[in-house]
């Protein structure tokens, strides 16, 4: 009995009665409480008699355990998510490390601090994955400032490269960025005070155009023979041979922006924001076209996991398999959008929805563009929005061509909300149309409009696009002396600002004697006039005789 204790009952209270009874009652709970920690010592003794006996059974694996500090899995064979899932299948997991500890054993201590730690599970976990390009062993990295990837974005091999060339072009890359980065500098200082290019960047873009010049040759049949042994060797497993396909420009900057999208999912990878594999569509099966997405959209846990999904081109309904979808399409009454159909022109149609009448088609088409579009955060609140669905009809059914969306009261004369051409319909003029018929809506509200910001990178290229070409075509039929900014706009429904800034990069306005001047430049005209006699008559033109359309009064 410890000696604390046997003074206290030896300095016990006058009644003797009582003092027995407690110092019974004390000798008792103590008896149980040894009995209790013999017991408890007795259970973590066998366990720690079991471990020793495994890990002598099995000296490798501990050897390697020591090296290896990669996370133990979990039933289901994945690196655990969270630090709670580590230690629920360790025997002694439960109990304190004071407590596991042979109180004869003075050594114990230095033992524990030789102990390998454990890491947290989210630094590890990558290097339990692999890259799925076959053949690759995940070493390197495209933007060539990391050690490891595992991902196809990132994959050296994929794009036919090795981690020793990547490196190499991201050192080139860092010096010509800092020297942009100075040029930029002294271009903001110059555009305050000219608006004239300056010498240099003349030079740079003569030189640009010098080296675009044979981007259209065509390969060579030794190139082409090459092209499609390597199509044919590795598929879809690797990126297709670039090289001669455009000029060598072009090509550079085609690198730099994968690497720099490469770099960005890198990020965010990092972050946690994004996991590779987890909760992302990579395919969609929509009519007969199996379309790659681009981004991530929201859909359901349920459907999203699944990597792939199924949707029906008319109603937009999202499936899990291809049965289902065959099911729904036998059943599906709907071969085109609901809505008032307000123009028609040979098979491109175009139907108002409403997104109060229409809730449920309008938040499927915008998760669908949510797969294709990177600012888009409009998915569920579509009623204060019209929905403009242009289609393509042939003995099928109309089929979704694109669309855009516009707010039914815009404070600001907003005219587009968000707008998207769908993947197998890009490059064929369908941009410009669902553009010009926006503008022709604005042009029979008698408004000027401009599409709401920020604008996607295909979106703004689109516009810029447009905006050129209809202001080329007002100076082309201008026959007058002076021309006013005001004019254009009321005459093409175009923003004042979209205006100037169109001027500016084709520099068509010169400040000159406190006023701003617009030049008429024929060679642009010239060149613009070309393209129109070899496009030919196309029908890929809005005719605002076959628009039937009233202004929609109130909400």
Same mark, same amino acid.
């Given at each position: 009995?410890?000696?604390?204790?046997? @003074?206290?009952?030896?300095?016990?209270?006058?009644?003797?009665?009582?003092?027995?009874?407690?110092?019974?009652? @004390?000798?008792?709970?103590?008896?149980?409480?040894?009995?209790?920690?013999?017991?408890?010592?007795?259970?973590?003794?066998?366990?720690?008699?079991?471990?020793?006996?495994? /890990?002598?059974?099995?000296?490798?694996?501990?050897?390697?355990?020591?090296? &290896?500090?990669?996370?133990?899995?979990?039933?289901?064979?994945?690196?655990?998510?969270? *630090?709670?899932?580590?230690?629920?299948?360790?025997?002694?997991?439960?109990?304190?490390?004071?407590?596991?500890?042979?109180?004869?054993?003075?050594?114990?201590?230095?033992?524990?601090?030789?102990?390998?730690?454990?890491?947290?599970?989210?630094?590890? $976990?990558?290097?339990?994955?692999?890259?799925?390009?076959?053949?690759?062993?995940? !070493?390197?990295?495209?933007?060539?400032?990391? *050690?490891?990837?595992?991902?196809?974005?990132?994959?050296?091999?994929?794009?036919?490269?090795? +981690?020793? =060339?990547?490196?190499?072009?991201?050192?080139?890359?860092?010096?010509?960025?800092?020297? +942009?980065?100075?040029?930029?500098?002294?271009?903001?200082?110059?555009?305050?005070?000219?608006?004239?290019?300056?010498?240099?960047?003349?030079?740079?873009? =003569?030189?640009?155009?010098?080296?675009?010049?044979?981007?259209?040759?065509?390969?060579?049949?030794?190139?082409?023979?090459?092209?499609?042994?390597?199509?044919?060797?590795?598929?879809?497993?690797?990126?297709?041979?670039?090289?001669?396909?455009?000029?060598?420009?072009?090509?550079?900057?085609?690198?730099?922006?994968?690497?720099?999208?490469?770099?960005? !999912? =890198?990020?965010?990878?990092?972050?946690?924001?994004?996991?590779?594999?987890?909760?992302?569509?990579?395919?969609?099966?929509?009519?007969?076209?199996?379309?790659?997405?681009?981004?991530?959209?929201?859909?359901?846990?349920?459907?999203?996991?699944?990597?792939?999904?199924?949707?029906?081109? #008319?109603?937009?309904?999202?499936?899990?398999?291809?049965?289902?979808?065959?099911?729904?399409?036998?059943?599906?009454?709907?071969?085109?959008?609901?809505?008032?159909?307000?123009?028609?022109?040979?098979?491109?149609?175009?139907? *108002?929805? &409403?997104?109060?009448?229409?809730?449920?088609?309008?938040?499927?088409?915008?998760?669908?563009?949510?797969?294709?579009?990177?600012?888009?955060?409009?998915?569920?609140?579509?009623?204060? #929005?019209?929905?403009?669905?242009?289609?393509?009809?042939?003995?099928?059914?109309?089929?979704?061509?694109?669309?855009?969306?516009?707010?039914?009261?815009?404070?600001?004369?907003?005219?587009?909300?968000?707008?998207?051409?769908?993947?197998?319909?890009?490059?064929?003029?369908?941009?410009?149309?669902?553009?010009?018929?926006?503008?022709?809506? /604005?042009?029979?509200?008698?408004?000027?409009?401009?599409?709401?910001?920020?604008?996607?990178?295909?979106?703004?290229?689109?516009?810029?696009?447009?905006?050129?070409?209809?202001?080329?075509? $007002?100076?082309? %039929?201008?026959?007058?002396?002076?021309?006013?900014?005001?004019?254009?706009?009321?005459?093409?429904?175009?923003?004042?600002?979209?205006?100037?800034?169109?001027?500016?990069?084709?520099?068509?306005?010169?400040?000159?004697?406190?006023?701003?001047?617009?030049?008429?430049?024929? &060679?642009?005209?010239?060149?613009?006039?070309?393209?129109?006699?070899?496009?030919?008559?196309? %029908?890929?033109?809005?005719?605002? /005789?076959?628009?039937?359309?009233?202004?929609?009064?109130?909400?």
């Amino acid at each position: 009995m410890p000696r604390r204790r046997q @003074r206290h009952l030896a300095g016990s209270g006058s009644d003797g009665t009582e003092d027995s009874d407690s110092s019974a009652e @004390r000798e008792q709970t103590n008896s149980s409480e040894s009995d209790g920690n013999l017991t408890k010592r007795q259970r973590l003794t066998r366990a720690s008699t079991r471990l020793s006996q495994s /890990s002598q059974d099995t000296p490798d694996l501990k050897r390697s355990g020591d090296h &290896d500090e990669s996370p133990p899995l979990t039933p289901t064979g994945n690196a655990p998510s969270s *630090e709670s899932e580590l230690d629920i299948s360790s025997p002694n997991a439960s109990h304190d490390e004071s407590q596991t500890k042979d109180p004869g054993n003075r050594d114990s201590d230095k033992d524990l601090s030789h102990r390998p730690k454990r890491r947290r599970c989210h630094e590890t $976990y990558n290097f339990n994955m692999k890259c799925p390009t076959p053949g690759c062993n995940s !070493l390197g990295h495209l933007t060539g400032k990391h *050690e490891r990837h595992f991902a196809v974005s990132g994959c050296p091999l994929y794009h036919n490269l090795s +981690a020793d =060339e990547c490196k190499v072009k991201a050192i080139s890359r860092e010096k010509q960025e800092e020297e +942009a980065k100075g040029q930029d500098e002294v271009n903001t200082r110059h555009a305050t005070r000219h608006q004239t290019p300056t010498s240099k960047q003349s030079r740079y873009k =003569e030189q640009v155009a010098e080296m675009r010049k044979g981007r259209n040759s065509g390969l060579q049949k030794e190139q082409k023979e090459k092209h499609m042994e390597h199509r044919q060797t590795h598929a879809n497993t690797r990126e297709p041979l670039l090289e001669n396909i455009t000029s060598d420009y072009d090509l550079e900057l085609f690198r730099k922006a994968q690497a720099r999208a490469s770099e960005d !999912l =890198e990020k965010l990878r990092i972050q946690g924001q994004i996991t590779e594999g987890s909760n992302m569509i990579k395919t969609i099966l929509f009519g007969r076209y199996e379309l790659d997405t681009w981004y991530h959209s929201p859909y359901p846990e349920e459907y999203a996991r699944l990597g792939r999904l199924y949707v029906c081109e #008319f109603c937009l309904k999202y499936m899990k398999s291809q049965t289902i979808l065959r099911r729904h399409m036998a059943k599906c009454v709907w071969k085109h959008p609901p809505g008032d159909e307000v123009y028609r022109k040979g098979a491109i149609s175009v139907f *108002e929805v &409403d997104g109060k009448k229409n809730k449920i088609y309008c938040q499927n088409l915008c998760l669908l563009a949510k797969l294709f579009l990177d600012h888009k955060t409009l998915y569920y609140d579509v009623e204060p #929005f019209l929905f403009y669905v242009m289609t393509e009809a042939d003995n099928t059914g109309c089929h979704l061509v694109g669309y855009f969306s516009k707010e039914k009261n815009s404070f600001l004369n907003y005219n587009v909300s968000c707008i998207l051409t769908m993947p197998q319909y890009m490059r064929q003029g369908f941009g410009k149309m669902l553009i010009d018929f926006s503008y022709l809506l /604005s042009k029979v509200e008698e408004k000027v409009g401009s599409p709401e910001r920020p604008l996607s990178d295909l979106g703004l290229i689109s516009y810029r696009s447009y905006w050129k070409e209809v202001l080329l075509r $007002y100076m082309y %039929n201008f026959q007058g002396k002076e021309i006013s900014i005001k004019e254009i706009s009321q005459e093409t429904a175009v923003n004042p600002v979209d205006i100037v800034s169109t001027l500016q990069s084709l520099q068509m306005l010169k400040y000159w004697k406190g006023k701003h001047l617009v030049l008429k430049r024929q &060679d642009l005209i010239d060149e613009w006039k070309a393209k129109e006699i070899k496009r030919g008559n196309s %029908n890929k033109t809005i005719d605002p /005789s076959s628009l039937k359309w009233t202004p929609p009064k109130g909400t």
